[in-house]
């Protein structure tokens, strides 16, 4: 009998050597504490509405006493609390005009003299607009030029256009004289007629 030596082979498994890496991996955990992401507490509080809304008033000017002036006195409220004051007549004679706000705003007479007697809600002597004392209505002179127009503004404290308010002028009148005042005669400056009207 035939010794069939049977060679098995056999097969060597390859091992696949499995590559793994030694090293330690240093997977420190980052000390850095991340900045906690607070959540916003959203501490804006609704603004108040503003307590006034600035407003305005306009006062037409018409002629009184025979005259010819004709224009506009405005009125502007500021968010300083003060009230701006733009006139622009035309119509005059030439020089100094008394000019005033009336307490009355009652422009019907034809010599004006239903707007009464200068604003005075205070109750002081008349007197010059940059006196310390005057009336609430006293605005001093405006310049009319050669051809008859004047303009003039103020920025005044001493008015205002709120409802309520003791020295609100809204509804009143105001009115251009003749003559300029001499800002010390009282109770109204002597500033003669009353030749521009307006509410
Ligand atoms: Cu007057
Ligand atoms: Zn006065």
Redesign the pocket.
């Known amino acids: 009998m035939k010794a069939n030596k049977l060679l098995t082979i056999a097969l060597a498994g390859i091992a696949l050597a499995s590559c793994k890496s030694d090293k330690k991996q240093a997977e420190t955990e980052p000390v850095t504490a991340e900045p906690t992401t607070a959540e916003p507490v959203a501490a804006e509080p609704e603004k108040p509405a503003a307590p006034v809304k600035p407003n305005t008033a306009l006062a037409t000017v018409t002629a009184a006493s025979e005259s010819s002036v004709a224009g506009t006195v405005r009125f502007a409220a500021t968010e300083t609390g003060t009230v701006k004051v733009e006139l622009a007549l035309e119509g005059l004679s030439p020089g100094e005009h008394g000019f ?1 706000v009336h307490e009355t705003g009652d422009c019907s007479a034809p010599d004006g003299k239903s707007a009464g007697g ?1 604003f ?1 809600p205070s109750k002081v002597d ?2 010059s607009h940059e006196a310390e004392v ?2 609430a ?2 605005f001093g002179n405006i310049t009319a030029d050669e051809s008859g127009k004047a303009t003039s503004s103020w920025e005044v404290d001493w008015i205002s256009l709120q409802d309520g308010a003791e020295n609100n002028v809204v509804g009143r009148a105001v009115i251009v004289h003749a003559a300029p005042d001499d800002l010390k005669s009282q ?3 002597a500033a003669g007629a009353r030749i521009g009207c307006g509410v």
């Open positions: 005033h200068h005075n008349h007197g005057h009336h209505g006293d109770p109204s400056g």
